[in-house]
């Protein structure tokens, strides 16, 4: 399917797009990308079919990342782009153009899920913070967190054991502490200083954090700091291996107990790795990331890997300034 060309704007917006008032923080963050290289990645979700012109892929995404940071729906992502100016300017959209519809982000993400691209674009955001140096790489700092399902919980079954939802499979009864939850867990690595989110993902509620350690890490790092959940020896030998330091706290257990050296090196290491907890705390409270928005681990990851997309992108602007 062939894009819509987005057109020289004409000298009605021109006037209208220059106003004062209209949202600077927009376009700090736009100046931070080089889109171009973006729109190379989205290409694939275009073919040769007839019929009506698409909307500019890129152009789609960027109402995507104004979704995310501004925690709307599509419905409501719909009404601000008619409303607001600075909406419109960011997307690349003229006073003229026919506007996407609630229905059009629906299907846009879902081509974005089944052709596996918005992994493509956070790695490609990656390129280009470490192109403008912002990823310190002094250390990454590796945690998870619980994710509510947006389906209601099932009731626990007659065997007793924990219930499965019939339109969410995936979605995962865990205990943590003594309370229960019930949907997905999202794994990060925050580069040490900078906060830029580096790795993510998105698995089922019971996968055990420490499994991750690996894959969280890019390599380049000086330190890797992740809190008890990760103690063991084959993730301590795999720092070991990668001539990685070594920051993850130490648990006890029934035949080791805590020195006082231990908890002093716990304590410190502690003050380091509660910078991932800034993070989540900006995705939930900010964003809105409570619960998952849709159905099925595949869509979900790839909307949370949107999410940290739009993360890294105003942390861009802000560190940029």
Same mark, same amino acid.
Request: hydrophobic share 35%; net charge positive.
């Given at each position: 399917?062939?894009?819509? @060309?987005?057109?020289?704007? $004409?000298?009605?917006?021109?006037?209208?797009?220059?106003?004062?008032?209209?949202?600077?923080?927009?376009?700090?963050?736009?100046?931070?990308?080089?889109?171009?290289?973006? $729109?190379?990645?989205?290409?694939?979700?275009?073919?040769?079919?007839?019929?009506?012109?698409?909307?500019?892929?890129?152009?789609?995404?960027?109402?995507?990342?104004?979704? @995310?940071?501004?925690?709307?729906?599509?419905?409501?992502?719909?009404?601000?782009?008619?409303?607001?100016?600075?909406?419109?300017?960011?997307?690349?959209?003229?006073?003229?153009?026919?506007?996407?519809?609630?229905?059009?982000?629906?299907?846009?993400?879902?081509?974005? @899920?089944?052709?596996?691209?918005?992994?493509?674009?956070?790695?490609?955001?990656?390129?280009?913070?470490?192109?403008?140096?912002?990823?310190?790489?002094?250390?990454?700092?590796?945690?998870?967190?619980?994710?509510?399902? $947006?389906?209601?919980?099932?009731?626990?079954?007659?065997?007793?054991?924990?219930?499965?939802?019939?339109?969410?499979?995936?979605?995962?009864?865990?205990?943590?502490?003594?309370?229960?939850?019930?949907?997905?867990?999202?794994?990060?690595?925050?580069?040490?200083?900078?906060?830029?989110?580096?790795?993510?993902?998105?698995?089922?509620?019971?996968?055990?954090?420490?499994?991750?350690?690996?894959?969280?890490?890019?390599?380049?790092?000086?330190?890797?700091?992740?809190?008890?959940?990760?103690?063991?020896?084959?993730?301590?030998?795999?720092?070991?291996?990668?001539?990685?330091?070594?920051?993850?706290?130490?648990?006890?257990?029934?035949?080791?107990?805590?020195?006082?050296?231990?908890?002093?090196?716990?304590?410190?290491?502690?003050?380091?790795?509660?910078?991932?907890?800034?993070?989540?705390?900006?995705?939930?409270?900010?964003?809105?990331?409570?619960?998952?928005?849709?159905?099925?681990?595949?869509?979900?990851?790839?909307?949370?890997?949107?999410?940290?997309?739009?993360?890294?992108?105003?942390?861009?602007?802000?560190?940029?300034?």
């Amino acid at each position: 399917m062939a894009e819509q @060309s987005q057109k020289p704007p $004409s000298f009605c917006d021109t006037l209208l797009f220059q106003k004062e008032k209209l949202n600077r923080r927009l376009d700090v963050i736009y100046q931070q990308i080089d889109w171009s290289r973006l $729109s190379k990645i989205l290409r694939p979700l275009h073919g040769n079919r007839m019929g009506r012109k698409a909307y500019c892929s890129v152009a789609m995404f960027r109402c995507l990342l104004l979704q @995310s940071w501004y925690d709307l729906s599509d419905y409501e992502l719909e009404e601000a782009l008619e409303d607001r100016l600075s909406f419109r300017r960011f997307a690349g959209f003229d006073l003229t153009d026919k506007l996407p519809d609630h229905s059009t982000f629906s299907i846009f993400r879902k081509a974005l @899920s089944e052709n596996k691209i918005t992994e493509n674009l956070f790695e490609e955001v990656q390129r280009q913070m470490d192109e403008k140096r912002l990823l310190l790489k002094k250390g990454t700092i590796v945690d998870a967190s619980l994710i509510e399902a $947006s389906v209601s919980k099932p009731d626990q079954q007659e065997d007793k054991q924990a219930g499965k939802s019939k339109v969410d499979p995936d979605a995962e009864w865990v205990k943590k502490g003594n309370k229960s939850h019930f949907g997905y867990k999202i794994h990060v690595g925050v580069d040490e200083g900078s906060g830029l989110i580096r790795k993510a993902t998105m698995t089922k509620a019971r996968v055990y954090d420490g499994y991750l350690l690996p894959d969280m890490l890019c390599g380049d790092e000086t330190m890797a700091y992740a809190d008890k959940a990760y103690d063991s020896k084959v993730n301590r030998n795999h720092l070991r291996e990668n001539n990685t330091g070594d920051g993850i706290l130490i648990k006890p257990h029934a035949k080791y107990k805590l020195t006082e050296e231990d908890r002093q090196k716990n304590r410190k290491l502690s003050r380091i790795r509660g910078g991932v907890e800034r993070t989540f705390a900006i995705l939930k409270r900010w964003y809105g990331y409570t619960k998952v928005k849709y159905r099925g681990l595949i869509r979900n990851k790839q909307q949370f890997l949107t999410l940290c997309i739009a993360y890294n992108l105003k942390k861009m602007g802000a560190l940029c300034r």
